[in-house]
């Protein structure tokens, strides 16, 4: 069963690896044979994502986006059944949709603690609406101010805070108003793979908004922890690209560990047993 960590105890966990010349990575978990062997590789955190259940069932990470399921419910259920008894040492963190008007938020948060997740993300999240959309989630009570206070009420819990923004001033208001342990710039669906985006931000733009997105976050809270996430990051390549033009930490995986690392090699698998024979001259049939 994962260990429960304390918030210092998880930073000073992060902040060990980085002080040793270490980048962070984290990874989403899907199911518990994920969590089981992304942790034999040695990431630094485990998030479990609802959008992880849906890569893992073989539809692109959008679905969790849309209202097909009950995302906390999900991440709960998946938690507490598939990935937290298989992980041993790895904080786990839960990934949850703070616009959730259904559920007592502190109370549902206190629950997330006591089954043993050490830290909270704000994911779903209506970040990733914008326009007329998401004006009027703003104005009709259903906006980010949800995913903040929840983040907040995390802190006080002593819950391990990420928080998602995709744009300068979702950064600054998250920052101000939820002071975040680490800020994760979103910068777009994962390109590549059966189910990921054919376009997106190149690496180089990636890396440019991300920067940018940094900047503003540091300016509030200079210890902040800083991790890439999304658009053309598909490779162990993308991520020292990350780190080599950007202030980041390490690394934040989802599709491109999940998803995109079993693609190829179990179609190949299967490929390599069907191409077994009989024995020349023998006739089975």
């Given at each position: 069963m994962a260990k429960r960590y304390t918030r210092q105890e998880f930073l000073d966990r992060l902040w060990g690896e980085i002080k040793r010349g270490k980048p962070l990575v984290m990874t989403g978990a899907g199911n518990g044979i994920a969590a089981k062997f992304i942790e034999r590789g040695g990431v630094d955190i485990?998030?479990?994502?609802?959008?992880?259940?849906?890569?893992?069932?073989?539809?692109?990470?959008?679905?969790?986006?849309?209202?097909?399921?009950?995302?906390?419910?999900?991440?709960?259920?998946?938690?507490?059944?598939?990935?937290?008894?298989?992980?041993?040492?790895?904080?786990?963190?839960?990934?949850?949709?703070?616009?959730?008007?259904?559920?007592?938020?502190?109370?549902?948060?206190?629950?997330?603690?006591?089954?043993g997740f050490s830290g909270v993300h704000n994911f779903p999240t209506v970040a990733w609406f914008d326009g007329e959309f998401r004006k009027t989630l703003e104005r009709t009570g259903l906006g980010y101010e949800h995913e903040i206070n929840m983040l907040n009420i995390a802190r006080e819990l002593d819950l391990l805070t990420i928080g998602y923004a995709f744009n300068e001033e979702d950064a600054e208001r998250l920052m101000r108003e939820a002071s975040p342990d680490i800020f994760i710039f979103h910068a777009g669906i994962?390109?590549?793979?059966?189910?990921?985006?054919?376009?997106?931000?190149?690496?180089?733009?990636?890396?440019?908004?991300?920067?940018?997105?940094?900047?503003?976050?540091?300016?509030?809270?200079?210890?902040?922890?800083?991790?890439?996430?999304?658009?053309?990051?598909?490779?162990?390549?993308?991520?020292?690209?990350?780190?080599?033009?950007?202030?980041?930490?390490?690394?934040?995986?989802?599709?491109?560990?999940?998803?995109?690392?079993?693609?190829?090699?179990?179609?190949?698998?299967a490929k390599f047993f069907k191409d077994i024979s009989f024995p020349a001259g023998v006739k089975r049939w």
């Open positions: 485990l998030g479990v994502y609802n959008t992880g259940y849906f890569r893992m069932q073989g539809y692109g990470s959008l679905a969790g986006m849309l209202p097909m399921a009950d995302a906390n419910e999900m991440v709960y259920q998946v938690g507490k059944r598939e990935v937290l008894p298989q992980v041993k040492e790895t904080p786990v963190i839960a990934g949850l949709n703070g616009v959730d008007v259904l559920r007592d938020m502190r109370l549902f948060l206190e629950d997330i603690h006591r089954i994962t390109r590549g793979g059966t189910t990921g985006y054919s376009e997106g931000r190149s690496l180089e733009e990636m890396a440019k908004r991300s920067q940018a997105h940094y900047d503003r976050a540091k300016r509030i809270k200079p210890d902040v922890i800083l991790l890439a996430h999304g658009a053309a990051l598909v490779n162990p390549q993308d991520g020292q690209y990350m780190l080599d033009h950007t202030d980041c930490h390490g690394v934040q995986l989802g599709s491109s560990i999940e998803r995109m690392a079993i693609e190829v090699p179990l179609e190949e698998r």
